[in-house]
T-cell receptor, first 116, second 111 residues
């Protein structure tokens, strides 16, 4: 079974440029997460989807970040315009939430963003 | 925001020794999970312990949970060089399915 797939793995851009990250979760997983991870820190939740609905986006900086999950499967995370402080690894994870119980999160390899 | 704080921040041990790392959290939880992250990779799930459980084992891993102290510990027995990684706890605050990660413990196992 394929795991969570993220692309691109690495992205280098100039500040003020836009950037987009793509995530394909594990087939059948209804919940999808985007996390941001700074060097030496733990992942910080940006947004969580249940199917196609964003149920928690309180940590997403909505002035420059946007996300969507069309048809409840793939998801994209966009930053426009990027700032120097956005340099980090963006992690996507999926999970199967069933009957008010949660299981493990399955993570992709992450997309490392460097803003110059 | 970080829910959990891992302790120690970094740990260096010899191969064959046991490694213990601790996680403290702030609010009531449904369950707590431990993850491993090798350098430059995504996180991998190790073990889940529910709020009504006190101890759980999986291979060389032993996890304990003390909800009265809002803390958990992860013990890796007979460590190997391949165990070198960062370890994170993640908590599911009650009823939200929102996993909040701690700051991590960087474990180095010397061969």
């Amino acid at each position: 079974e394929a795991g969570v797939v993220q692309s691109p793995r690495y992205k280098i851009i100039e500040k003020k440029q836009p950037v987009a990250f793509w995530c394909n979760p594990i087939s059948g997983h209804n919940t999808l997460y985007w996390y941001l991870q700074n060097l030496g820190q733990g992942p910080e939740l940006l947004i969580r989807y249940e199917n196609e609905e964003a149920v928690d986006d309180s940590q997403l900086p909505k002035d420059r970040f946007s996300a969507e999950r069309l048809k409840g499967v793939d998801s994209t995370l966009k930053i426009q315009p990027a700032e120097l402080g956005d340099s980090a690894v963006y992690l996507c994870a999926s999970s199967l939430v069933f009957a008010k119980d949660t299981g493990e999160l399955f993570f992709g390899e992450g997309s490392r963003l460097t803003v110059l | 925001s970080q829910q959990g704080e891992e302790d120690p921040q970094a740990l260096s041990i010899q191969e064959g020794e046991n490694a213990t790392m601790n996680c403290s959290y702030k609010t009531s939880i449904n369950n707590l999970q431990w993850y491993r992250q090798n350098s430059g990779r995504g996180l991998v799930h190790l073990i889940l312990i529910r709020s009504n459980e006190r101890e759980k084992h999986s291979g060389r891993l032993r996890v304990t949970l003390d909800t009265s102290k809002k803390s958990s510990s992860l013990l890796i027995t007979a460590s190997r060089a391949a165990d070198t990684a960062s370890y994170f706890c993640a908590t599911d605050t009650s009823g939200t399915y929102k996993y909040i990660f701690g700051t991590g413990t960087r474990l180095k196992v010397l061969a």
